[in-house]
């Protein structure tokens, strides 16, 4: 399965795009947050998280504190 046929990709990269033009880096529930935002289920958030970072879309900053980043070329 393309990561793209994931339900509510589109949807999620576009909420971590909002993430990314407003804060840059962000904690997980801001990501939460927006993503009910955007309809999308807190379940579907909790598998969508690490299946962009697998992917190389989201990256942890894990000496931030955990904070989150949108990969640049997204």
Do not use: C, W
Request: no cysteine; glycine share 4%.
């Amino acid at each position: 399965m393309e990561i793209t046929e994931i339900n509510h990709f589109h949807e999620f990269l576009e909420a971590l795009h909002f993430l990314k033009h407003t804060y840059k880096k962000f904690p997980k529930f801001m990501i939460e947050i927006v993503a009910e935002n955007y309809g999308i289920p807190s379940q579907e958030v909790k598998e969508l998280i690490p299946t962009f970072i697998r992917n190389g879309i989201l990256k942890i900053l894990k000496n931030e504190g955990y904070y989150y980043e949108l990969n640049e070329d997204m």
